[in-house]
């Protein structure tokens, strides 16, 4: 029973391991600078700090209006750490 049951457990090991590997792998496309440029016309993605290449700030989405913009309240809150990395910037679409 024990020599069937170690090459089992070493051969679980070896595919759960590879598995993992390939899974970290895994990479969301990078922001380019055309999608930058053209975020304007994109209401799904909010690419940089004011949604647009012009930094306009604004929204296309209309689900908060000027009708039920008052029942809005927190949601959550956390700390950020202060620190100054930056990130490399991602999209959701896969």
Do not use: C
């Amino acid at each position: 029973m024990k020599k069937i049951t170690l090459p089992v457990i070493a051969l679980a090991s070896i595919a759960l391991t590879g598995w993992f590997a390939s899974a970290q792998q895994t990479r969301k496309p990078v922001v380019t600078a055309d999608a930058l440029i053209n975020a304007a016309g994109n209401g799904a993605e909010w690419l940089s700090y004011g949604h647009d290449y012009a930094e306009t700030h604004f929204s296309p989405l209309a689900e908060i209006n000027a009708k039920n913009v008052k029942r809005l309240s927190l949601a959550w809150s956390g700390e950020t750490t202060g620190s100054s990395d930056s990130a490399e910037l991602r999209d959701n679409s896969t």
